[in-house]
C-alpha cells in the first residue's frame, strides 16, 4: 500500500484543486492580467496575478481589493473540491498557488493599509494551509 498523499498526522487529507490549463497558457502568453481576469473570473491565480500587478504599480486600495476577491474565489473551489475549512492546501501542487498567492497578498496589502489584525490571521492561514508557502512566495516576489 502506498502511502504518497496520505495524511499521517490524523487531520484533514490535503486539497489539490484541479489545473487550469488554459489560463495557465494564457498567463505564459504575458497577456495583460485584466484581459485574463474577464475570461477567468472564478480564478484565484487570474486575481492574485492582478493585484501582484497592482501591489507593485502602488495601488494598494486596488491591490488588496483583487487580492481579496481571488482569496474568496479560491475558497469557493477548495470546497467545491472537498475542503471543510481547514487542512493542508500544498503550495507543492501548481494549482493551489493562485489561492496561496492571493492569500500572501492579501496580507501583504491588509499590513500596508493598517489592518495588523487580518495581517495576522491571514499569515496564520498561510501557514496553517503550508507552512512552506510564504516562504515560496517571498522568494518569487524578491
Given at each position: 500500500m502506498s502511502l504518497a498523499g496520505k495524511n499521517l498526522l490524523d487531520g484533514p487529507d490535503p486539497t489539490f484543486l484541479p489545473r487550469e490549463a488554459e489560463l495557465e497558457n494564457r498567463i505564459q502568453s504575458a497577456e495583460p492580467a485584466a484581459e485574463i481576469v474577464k475570461d477567468f473570473p472564478k480564478s484565484s491565480l487570474a486575481w492574485a496575478n492582478l493585484a501582484e500587478e497592482a501591489l507593485a504599480a502602488g495601488n494598494t486600495v486596488e491591490g488588496y481589493a483583487y487580492?481579496?476577491?481571488?482569496y474568496h474565489r479560491g475558497l469557493d473551489a477548495l470546497r467545491g473540491?472537498?475542503?471543510?475549512?481547514?487542512?493542508?492546501?500544498?503550495?507543492?501542487?501548481?494549482?493551489?498557488?493562485?489561492?496561496l498567492k492571493a492569500l500572501y497578498l492579501l496580507g501583504q496589502a491588509a499590513a500596508e493599509i493598517g489592518e495588523t489584525d487580518e495581517a495576522e490571521r491571514i499569515d496564520k492561514f498561510l501557514d496553517d494551509s503550508d507552512p512552506t508557502a510564504k516562504e515560496m512566495l517571498a522568494g518569487e516576489s524578491a
Open positions: 487580492a481579496r476577491v481571488g473540491n472537498g475542503w471543510k475549512g481547514h487542512g493542508p492546501v500544498p503550495f507543492s501542487h501548481v494549482p493551489n498557488q493562485g489561492f
